[in-house]
């Protein structure tokens, strides 16, 4: 009933800068707050940055400075403006939505993943 659907990445030499979209459709009510993950190979899903409503934008330390979440709240959604790439930030990006769908509890949501690479 949720789709959340990423696009946006690619391969970027070092230093370079990419932007993620990712959009939230459905029956949606409301929207707690959207952001980013990534994995790497063989490590762990770890946050990148989420935008609570209402509230202040957090960052993983990595990526402070370097990287921007914005949200349009008319139209479900959330974007990573990533610059100075680094070859550590290559991973899968995940969009990640805590929202609320008509008739039912705030759930939490998924994208399929879009690739980062970094390398020159």
């Known amino acids: 009933q949720v789709q959340l659907v990423e696009s946006g990445g690619g391969l970027v030499q070092p230093g370079g800068s990419l932007r993620l979209s990712c959009v939230a459709s459905?029956?949606?009510?409301?929207?707690?707050?959207m952001g980013w993950y990534r994995q790497a190979a063989g490590k762990e899903r770890e946050l990148v940055a989420v935008?609570?409503?209402?509230?202040?934008?957090r960052y993983a330390d990595s990526v402070k400075g370097r990287f921007t979440i914005s949200r349009d709240n008319a139209k479900n959604t959330v974007s990573l403006e990533m610059n100075s790439l680094k070859p550590e930030d290559t991973a899968v990006y995940y969009c990640?939505?805590?929202?609320?769908?008509?008739?039912?509890?705030?759930?939490?949501?998924w994208g399929q993943g879009t690739q980062v690479t970094v390398s020159s």
């Open positions: 990640n939505a805590l929202l609320t769908i008509v008739s039912d509890v705030p759930r939490t949501y």
């Open positions: 459905g029956r949606i009510f409301s929207i707690n707050a």
């Open positions: 935008f609570p409503s209402g509230r202040d934008r």
